[in-house]
């Protein structure tokens, strides 16, 4: 009887050293990671992208998730957008999800700052990145080690029949200082279950259809501000905080597209304070 439970402790004990390795090899291996190098080829070919410096941008996400399937990002651009020189696109690349291309989100001059803060799941231990493509092509990554795992598959949070009572209703509240001349931010909430098709139904034993998210664009006075490509990597019910730069009184709009094609709209009247 004893030898089965040594064997056992045994094989264990052998397996969570493999792991372990793995993991610290995926860790360690930033740039060796064959994803990232399919997905870096496939987005940038063979252009080079500098490692980016705290007077670029910053990426701020937790060591250590404690929910998969919420795992809160902040991207944070250091310098104005201005006409002669700003950050066209910053990529959100998170190797080991199954969608390892999980946002683009393309800013202009107007957004004032070219920061995104939004919620991800994350579906096994993982490096994330963060490229940000200035308007002369330059790129920088700055790359995160996160422990999470298996937020891609994790149950939605919402009853099915709840959530699409729900189904894209948006709200607009502008958060901080409003200063005149000062680039404000904002945060849109969309109520979308943002389904991967990677969660199984506890009940019917099926897995929920895939239905999420694929397209956001902001305007403002009708001139564009930020645009995003996502996909189910971002958590349910979608969350953005992002800048615009009012320039007089104007509305501020957003137009989302889901996968199923279905569009939707929300409009918020802002006045510039005198």
């Known amino acids: 009887m004893h030898i089965p439970t040594r064997f056992a402790a045994v094989c264990t004990l052998v397996l969570l050293c493999l792991c372990t390795a793995a993991r610290a090899e995926i860790k360690s291996g930033d740039e060796a990671s064959p994803i990232w190098q399919k997905v870096r080829a496939s987005l940038f070919q063979s252009r080079p ?41 910053v990529y959100l690349i998170i190797d080991n999800n199954p969608s390892p291309i999980s946002a683009i989100f393309k800013f202009t001059p ?20 963060a490229i940000a493509e200035t308007n ?25 029949q709840a959530a699409l009572a729900t189904l894209g209703r948006m709200k607009f509240r502008v958060d901080g200082d409003t200063s005149v001349d000062q680039p404000v931010l904002v945060q849109l909430m969309i109520s979308h279950p943002n389904n991967s098709g990677l969660a199984m139904d506890q009940v019917s034993r099926l897995f929920t259809p895939a239905h999420f998210v694929r ?20 958590s349910e019910n979608p969350n953005f905080r992002f800048y615009f730069q009012p320039r007089g009184d104007g509305e501020l709009k957003a137009e989302v597209v889901d996968s199923n094609d279905l569009r939707f709209e929300s409009t918020l009247k802002y006045r510039r304070p005198d």
């Open 49 to 89: 992208i500098a490692t980016a410096t705290e007077d670029v941008i910053s990426l701020d996400v937790p060591l250590r998730a404690e929910d998969a399937a919420i795992v809160p990002i902040s991207i944070k651009t250091r310098f104005a957008q201005t006409p002669a020189r700003y950050i066209d696109r």
């Open 110 to 129: 107007l957004s004032g700052r070219a920061d995104i803060e939004t919620r991800v799941r994350i579906d096994d231990y993982t490096q994330v990145r």
């Open 136 to 160: 002369d092509g330059q790129l920088h990554m700055i790359t995160r080690f996160v422990k999470a795992s298996g937020g891609c598959s994790a149950p939605p949070g919402k009853d099915a």
């Open 215 to 234: 397209q956001v664009n902001i305007t403002y006075a009708g001139q564009p501000v930020m645009s995003a490509e996502v996909d189910f990597s971002i």
